[in-house]
């Protein structure tokens, strides 16, 4: 995919309706601003359990958003992402659902993962402290059949969220089904959600084990053949995300949106620039994303050193709370239904207090940070906390997930925060310094990260003591300077 800035959205979401109007939306008022769009889930239904990430159908477009030629339509104009669901699918789904009705004597029995597959000889209290959690509870959840028999199944997330066997020859075809799908409909980049749990073994953490790098290195090759590049979406230590990028097209860098945050906050880049000396450079970059904020990405793991003290981190999470006015705090954790131990639940823009400056230096510092850079569309607008929705599901994340109309987005393309949004994206698209070498030098408060190529170069020089900030670009033709708070104004 093209090293241009990438939208991350809903198609309802940010429309207020599907995806022809999502397509008019970016070849008009966002002409030439994205050159690709991650295209949160689509299929059916977009309003699950988990907002479209528990489908029923994995190849089934919903109808409220329109079909697969209007996809594929889309993706003429734009290089596509769309989420692959590698670890499991809906209670609701038609195979789980036959095999309510028919219990092992269903044809897509060997679909699901059950307890006993991966603990045949039973799970004692030793074996079940070592599995790895994402959310507190239990990760099996009892089903009866038809004929009043039960099993556990395993139910990493939630209960209507039903793990698959992929290593089963009928996992294997359901992957194969979705790959193919997306290849006949010019989904040109898919996102592994939640891969690094897929493979469960006994006596393990049940979490990005060597078999779990197998699995994706076999999936990214299947994709691959079909013309379709693969992005890792895991959230973990900061030295298995370097790892993982040696086995995959793309990786996040989930470390990057905490460090920027820990740098504004205290002033001091040391953490940022240790991590951008080392981060992979075939990444994809965020600061925020329809999840929240993470924090395990940059925290110490199994006595090893992270990017971060666990003191540092404190001071990170209730440095957000207080910034978002405790907004933060009622969807974060038990606060609400959505209770990831890993993430901070906040708009960036209220993490930063709604401070223009500093979230338009954070942007400057994303842009300019290796990695091909996606922003999200609450981002994009500068939208603030979904006080108002999160009230109404009691879903943490839905604080990040507001529903806009063409109104909305019209109003906020005349905010000045937007237009210097837009600005630091066209220069980013523009500039061929960026397919250039990256350089990076920082103490405590001075950070200057640098791209070189041929005979061009981009630099981007921050005095967070000074709070003052500058681009300097030269190009064949021309050498420029650019004033950050300038473009505010």
């Not at 596509?80 to 309510?100: G, P, R, T």
């Not at 990493?156 to 039903?162: L, P, R, S």
């Not at 109404?392 to 000045?416: C, F, M």
């Amino acid at each position: 995919m093209k090293n241009k800035v990438q939208l991350i959205t809903y198609v309802d979401r940010l429309t207020g309706s599907g995806i022809a109007e999502l397509t008019d939306l970016l070849n008009q008022q966002f002409s030439d601003l994205f050159s690709g769009v991650h295209l949160l889930p689509f299929y059916y239904p977009i309003d699950g359990s988990d907002a479209g990430f528990d489908p029923i159908d994995h190849t089934q477009v919903d109808s409220r958003l329109g079909n697969w030629q209007d996809i594929k339509r889309l993706g003429q104009s734009h290089e596509l992402m769309a989420d692959l669901i590698v670890n499991h699918m809906s209670a609701q789904s038609k195979e789980f659902q036959d095999v309510l009705t028919h219990g092992k004597q269903s044809i897509y029995w060997e679909l699901f993962l059950t307890k006993d597959k991966v603990f045949p000889d039973g799970l004692t209290n030793e074996l079940a402290d070592k599995i790895y959690r994402p959310r507190p509870g239990s990760c099996f959840t009892t089903f009866e059949f038809a004929n009043k028999e039960t099993a556990e199944f395993w139910t990493t997330f939630t209960d209507t969220q039903i793990d698959i066997d992929v290593m089963s020859d009928k996992g294997q075809e359901y992957l194969s089904r979705i790959l193919n799908t997306f290849a006949d409909n010019n989904i040109k980049m898919i996102r592994l959600d939640a891969a690094g749990y897929a493979i469960k073994k006994a006596g393990t953490r049940c979490f990005m084990l060597d078999e779990t790098f197998d699995f994706i290195d076999q999936l990214s090759k299947k994709a691959n053949a079909l013309g379709i590049e693969t992005l890792v979406e895991i959230h973990s230590y900061y030295q298995t995300q370097i790892e993982i990028a040696k086995r995959v097209d793309q990786v996040y860098d989930f470390a990057l949106p905490p460090l920027i945050l820990h740098s504004l906050f205290t002033k001091d880049v040391t953490a940022l620039v240790k991590w951008l000396t080392i981060s992979p450079r075939n990444c994809i970059t965020v600061l925020d994303t329809h999840d929240g904020i993470g924090i395990i990405d940059v925290g110490p793991m199994e006595g090893k050193a992270g990017l971060l003290t666990n003191g540092e981190i404190d001071n990170l999470v209730e440095t957000i709370h207080f910034n978002s006015v405790n907004e933060s705090k009622k969807a974060t954790g038990a606060a609400a239904s959505n209770v990831d131990l890993y993430q901070v639940n906040c708009t960036y823009y209220d993490a930063l207090a709604q401070n223009d400056f500093d979230y338009l230096l954070a942007r400057a510092i994303q842009f300019f940070a290796p990695g091909t850079p996606q922003v999200y569309y609450a981002g994009l607008m500068g939208e603030k906390n979904d006080m108002t929705l999160l009230e109404k599901t009691n879903v943490g994340r839905d604080i990040n997930r507001p529903y806009l109309t063409p109104s909305d987005i019209d109003e906020s393309l005349e905010k000045s925060f937007v237009k210097a949004m837009i600005e630091l994206i066209n220069i980013r698209n523009t500039c061929d310094a960026f397919n250039g070498n990256f350089n990076v030098k920082g103490e405590q408060s001075m950070l200057t990260m640098s791209w070189d190529n041929a005979h061009c170069s981009a630099v981007l020089i921050i005095n967070l003591t000074d709070r003052t900030s500058s681009i300097e670009i030269k190009e064949a033709s021309r050498t420029y300077s650019i004033s950050l708070q300038s473009l505010l104004y």
